[in-house]
């Protein structure tokens, strides 16, 4: 268990420290799980849980502020773990040099510091400032440590294989927060309302290196032809919204998740934050063909009914309801939808208006699909779309189809209805996006 960028435990807070000391007691460490298994041939290979940290389960706290686990290798942004470089050390083949903590420790100056090192080079030696703090062997499927006591500047490692250096790695004491930075995963996306780009958030100094305790809190804008559908930070126990605007760094680091439209295009994301220095990225989105999809429903209708009107000799002429038309809930509902009329008409001939709120979860050409055991005529966002003058008894569903230009969110239908002599019975709608 551990948390992104925490290097002591913190039961206040909710975190765990990053390096690899916490294990629940059901569970194990990663280094002492991955020896244990690589020393005996006879096990077939081992499971982790998690990749990801996730929602709930937030061992070993179980109590606020808490929301998510502690488990990943990952953080709920993706972001890599400390630990996310010891399995990539032994799990693969590219060379792996990884030094941790970072190094901006004010008022500990002269205090020991853990220096933990991932990699899988032969040794490694430690440089602080210039001065080499020693070379050690790396055990395989191990680690290395140093007791570092603390002075702002320089922690540089080399990696070898033999005398042959294999790689180097440095971290530095940061200064203040200065601006954003955005790093996204790709720059161009296909235009067909569902490809995603993960947006990484650096705050960073003003040499550009990431200032890995800042919290600076950022908003964001979404332009041209996309949005922002999500934003977060890899905090365990953040309570601030995922799908909002605005989202405070967690050592260092946050992400903005940037959604593509239907339409080829420009797509902008800025983030601003008080006292740093904004920053633009501008994506791209490519036109593309869909891929084929069942066609989606509406996420939800409402039904409500006039009381009911003269009857008119055809329906022809019948025009929108006027202002002073009263509407009120239409409490039954039949199989397959059916809007049941009857206890509005009471088998009396007249005309009622039955308005019908369809909440549609994206735009687009598509179909109202309906049915009308009378006389019916019809309208969609105050525009007429169809008119039926002869009556069907009973009401066939699907009967009558009309084009529409769905629009995102809350569409009104609106259907005239005969009631036939007081012998209809009601609409059946049903709204299609092609």
């Known amino acids: 268990m551990s948390t992104r960028g925490i290097y002591a435990n913190d039961p206040v807070r909710g975190y765990v420290d990053a390096y690899d000391r916490n294990a629940p007691s059901w569970g194990n460490l990663a280094e002492y799980n991955w020896s244990h298994c690589k020393q005996r041939p006879f096990v077939a290979g ?3 849980w998690a990749g990801f940290d996730y929602r709930g389960e937030p061992t070993p706290y179980y109590d606020w502020p808490c929301i998510s686990s502690h488990f990943g290798i990952l953080d709920t942004c993706g972001f890599p773990k400390d630990s996310f470089y010891y399995y990539q050390s032994w799990w693969s083949d590219r060379t792996v040099l990884h030094v941790f903590p970072h190094w901006n420790w004010p008022g500990r ?11 899988n080079c032969q040794s490694v030696e430690l440089f602080l400032n210039g001065r080499s703090l020693g070379r050690q062997n790396m055990r395989r499927d191990g680690h290395l440590e140093w007791k570092v006591k603390y002075e702002p500047g320089v922690l540089w490692a080399v990696g070898r294989r033999g005398e042959q250096k294999a790689a180097e790695a440095r971290i530095e ?12 995963d790709r720059a161009t ?11 990484r958030v650096e705050v960073v100094d003003a040499q550009g290196r990431i200032v890995p305790d800042a919290d600076n809190e950022i908003a964001f804008e979404a332009s041209g032809s996309g949005r922002l559908i999500g934003v977060g930070n890899g905090d365990p126990s953040s309570h601030e919204s995922d799908k909002g605007r605005v989202r405070r760094a967690f050592n260092g680091l946050c992400q903005a998740i940037v959604q593509a439209g239907r339409q080829a295009g420009a797509i902008g994301l800025s983030a601003h934050s008080p006292g740093l220095r904004g920053a633009t990225v501008e994506l791209s989105a490519a036109a593309c063909t869909p891929r084929p999809f069942v066609p989606a429903a509406v996420t939800r209708l409402s039904f409500e009914c006039s009381e009911l009107q003269p ?19 239409v409490g039954t509902i ?13 088998g009396k001939d007249g005309l009622l208006y039955v308005r019908v709120r369809a909440t549609v ?8 699909l309906y049915g009308a055991d009378g006389p019916v005529k019809v309208w969609v966002n105050d525009m007429e779309v169809g008119c039926q003058p002869t009556a069907t008894n009973p009401v066939r569903p699907d009967e009558y189809k009309a084009r529409v230009e769905w629009k995102e969110g809350e569409n009104i239908i609106v259907f005239a209805l005969a009631t036939n002599g007081g012998n209809a019975w009601g609409v059946l709608p049903r709204v299609v996006l092609s």
């Open 46 to 48: 081992t499971f982790v």
């Open 109 to 119: 100056q002269g205090q020991d510091i853990d220096v933990w090192v991932y990699s």
């Open 173 to 184: 004491t940061t200064g203040q927060a200065t601006a954003i930075r955005l790093v996204p």
């Open 189 to 199: 996306l296909r235009a067909d309302g569902e490809d995603v780009a993960m947006v």
């Open 311 to 329: 009857a008119p000799r055809y329906i022809l002429p019948a025009g929108l309801p006027t202002p002073d038309v009263t509407f009120s809930p």
């Open 334 to 346: 039949g199989a397959e939808g059916l809007c049941d009329l009857r206890e509005f008409h009471g």
């Open 361 to 368: 979860p994206r735009g687009g050409t598509g179909s109202l």
